[in-house]
């Protein structure tokens, strides 16, 4: 056994105790832990003017807690945030907010959640539970080292002088020292901005490592890791041979830890050029070779990513890296299979409202032990952070139990339905859509977003980001599939596409690098880049304006096929 | 409420326990209850759990290029989910209630302890799974798939 092995068993009992056993245990008695999470919060911020004022210290029980709090969305606790982004105290949280999360804007203006110790206690627990159960399942991992992404946890200071960021970053920040010579990335890279100089600096670290894991949110990010090698293979071989770094990836005023011990490896340069000799190209499955598992986001949109994966990667095993945001964790995979996880029952408070109920004018507020297998759930989240039976407008489905746990799956976002003509379009519909067509008729696509175009009829405009641009044919034969797949889907569709009330889907090819450029605007407007997450399906009307369309292909409308 | 560890003992794999063996088994499950036409597990989904169905009757079903393909109706006694517990993958199949029906739960770990700890269990479980497959062939060779 190496040191790097025997340190992570050591690494794994203490998880054992500190975190996993816990959870375990409680996976048995969920409403009871749920409760003791929610007794904790509460008591903790009793004295605070949110809690003054909905009576925490006078609650002995969830129901007394629903009766005190109705349901928050972030408008209705925006003028607490904004008070506390100012500097003044014991509004929502006992404890002062070390940073403020900035949500990664996929949808809306940037929120900002107060990161208190209490909360990144929490938010740790599930990255603890995650991690003790990956280190089980792959004895290895430290052998190498692990390639983490993480972005900026300090895009600037609030009004009060805290900083707003993402979390990753400032746990990548915090982390013990024991602990940093196993993972690749100097903390600095997380505040790179150009995507172009992140990833080739991520490389530059990395290629000289035996990267044995990777953790990154977005499925995109690993392609674009792989596209990266590939594109700049040349330039890393010399930069390593050589010692340096290619001033073109430098931002200016570059801090040392960002080329902190990049010296020279000749011997590495010779085999990453013997790769290319070989295979044309670096590939990932070829320069790392002891890579043992991958995790990243596997539920919504993500599938039509992940086909992609073993191109690059060759067969490692991929978990997702469970449902969560910068406002909570709310589910932690313990295994490979499917892109579920234990609901985090030791972590936050949850709620749930069965998803028929969504617009009901008092719909039932379920807690974990009251869900049904195969059902559909919006989650509302009690957290330390100072969110209170918090909105966050994701839709879950239950998956299976572990014990007398539910196991759960991130569907989409609630919002992300578009309705022109009643047909109520999901994004899953879209993804699934989407899926079924590209699997079947082999359609090379590396990113598509479908949006409404106004016209008479109205139609679905769909985005596609192509490795070449497709003949005539081609479109043609993907645009009816699609067409049909969404009918397949979705009965409304299909009966408004019969009616001819909507017209047939146009595709619009976009320009090469059109999407990494529209992720590099999110990024520029603050949103953590590893989470930024384009969608499939956009109600943004002005979507298409930000992408340049090399080529058009518009169907006569005809009916739906039977 | 149906006796756990009389169904329990009904089972190939857990047939050559011992009565406190079996009692000690039996507390290891989770009991949960579905509706007629409910969804226990669907396929492609994480596998987190072994199935027992202790009342009712369920309905087996997997989906292919070709559509959907009923694999079998089952009743008290009857099991499902140990497949994705053992090799971590997604579920092979649907796995829906046809009547009101009652399972047993056993945990991924729980589970693969159970079969570390007791060879027996392991060994029957290989003959369980030798049924399912020539099942399977057997479908298969019926519908021309084979």
């Known amino acids: 056994m190496t040191v790097g092995s025997s340190f992570q068993s050591l690494l794994r009992l203490w998880l054992k105790h500190s975190n996993a056993d816990h959870f375990d245990d409680c996976t048995w008695r969920p409403g009871e832990a749920q409760w003791e999470k929610l007794s904790e919060i509460c008591a903790r911020n009793a004295g605070t ?18 009766l005190a709090v109705p349901p928050q969305t972030y408008d209705m606790l925006a003028p607490y945030i904004d008070r506390m982004t100012a500097g003044e105290a014991n509004v929502l949280t006992a404890d002062k907010p070390l940073l403020f999360a900035t949500t990664s804007g996929t949808t809306g203006a940037a929120k900002f959640i107060p990161v208190t110790p209490s909360y ?27 390639l983490v992404s993480s972005s900026n946890d300090e895009e600037g200071r609030t009004a009060g002088g805290t900083p707003y960021g993402a979390i990753s970053g400032y746990l990548t920040k915090t982390q ?129 990513y992940l086909r992609k994966l073993p191109e690059f990667f060759g ?21 490979n299979s499917g892109a579920a996880g234990v609901l985090n029952v030791t972590t936050h408070f949850f709620e749930f409202v069965p998803a028929e109920q969504r617009d009901a004018a008092d719909p039932d507020f379920l807690t974990g032990e009251q869900l049904e297998s195969d059902h559909e759930y919006y989650v509302y989240l009690t957290t330390s952070a100072g969110l209170y039976r918090y909105d966050i407008n994701d839709l879950i489905r239950v998956v299976d139990f572990y014990r007398h746990t539910p196991v759960i799956q991130f569907v989409r976002k609630g919002q992300g339905i578009s309705s022109i003509t009643g047909e109520k379009l999901t994004e899953a519909q879209v993804t699934a859509a989407l899926l079924s067509v590209v699997e079947r008729g082999g359609f090379d696509l590396d990113h598509v977003t479908a949006c409404v175009e106004w016209g008479d009829p109205p139609s679905y405009a769909l985005y596609c980001e192509t490795p070449r641009l497709w003949p005539g044919d081609m479109c043609r034969q993907f645009v009816e ?18 009616s001819r009330r909507l017209g047939m889907p146009v595709l619009k090819q976009v320009a090469p690098g059109s999407f990494t450029a529209l992720r590099q605007e999110r990024v520029a407007a603050g949103a953590p880049e590893a989470q930024v997450k384009i969608p499939h399906l956009s109600t943004d009307m002005r979507f298409g304006e930000k992408l340049k ?14 | 409420m149906t006796d756990l560890e009389t ?24 009991r949960r209850t579905y509706q007629p036409g409910a969804v226990i597990v669907r396929q492609g989904d994480t596998s987190m759990s072994f199935y027992v169905v202790l009342t009712g009757k369920v309905r087996v079903v997997r989906q292919s290029a070709g559509g959907t393909v009923d694999i079998v109706e089952e009743g008290p006694g009857s099991f499902f989910g140990e497949m994705g517990v053992i090799d971590d993958l997604p579920r092979a199949a649907t796995v829906m209630a046809l009547t009101g029906t009652e399972c047993g739960l056993l945990a991924k770990w729980d589970f693969q302890r159970e079969l570390s700890a007791d060879p027996g269990i392991a060994l029957s479980l290989i003959s369980v799974l030798n049924a399912r497959i020539r099942t399977l062939e057997e479908r298969l060779t019926l519908t021309g798939g084979a």
């Open chain 1, 176 to 304: 013990p020292g024991v602990l940093r010579k196993f993972f690749v990335l100097p903390y600095e890279i997380c505040r790179i901005k150009d995507i172009e100089s992140k990833y080739y600096l991520t490389l530059r670290h990395a290629l000289v490592a035996d990267i044995r894991g990777i953790i990154t949110p977005n499925p995109s990010s690993l392609l674009l890791l792989a596209q990266t090698m590939r594109a700049h293979a040349d330039e890393l071989i010399d930069d390593i041979g050589r010692g340096t770094v290619n001033p073109a990836y430098l931002p200016a005023g570059a801090p040392p830890g960002l080329t902190a011990g990049l010296g020279p490896d000749r011997q590495r340069a010779k085999q990453l050029a013997a790769c290319v000799r070989a295979t044309g190209s670096l590939i990932p499955a070829e320069v790392w070779p002891n890579l043992r598992c991958m995790s990243c986001w596997k539920g919504g949109t993500m599938p039509l």
């Open chain 1, 549 to 562: 369309v090399v080529d058009e292909y518009r169907l006569a409308s005809v009916d739906v096929s039977p």
């Open chain 1, 120 to 146: 990144l206690h929490e938010y740790s627990h599930g990255i603890h539970v995650h991690t003790y159960r990956t280190f089980a399942d792959f004895p290895d991992l430290l052998e190498g080292r692990l």
């Open chain 2, 7 to 30: 169904v329990l003992a009904s089972i190939p794999m857990f047939r050559h326990l011992g009565i406190r063996q079996r009692a000690r088994l039996a507390l290891l499950f989770c």
């Open chain 1, 315 to 335: 067969d490692v095993p991929v978990r997702d890296l469970g449902y969560m945001a910068s406002e909570g964790r709310g589910g932690t995979p313990l295994v």
């Open chain 1, 481 to 498: 599939a699609i067409d049909g797949a969404l009918s397949a889907g979705n009965v409304e569709y299909e009966a408004k596409r019969t």
């Open chain 1, 49 to 66: 003017e949110f809690g003054r004022k909905h009576h925490f210290d006078r609650v002995r029980s969830p129901a007394d807690f629903q």
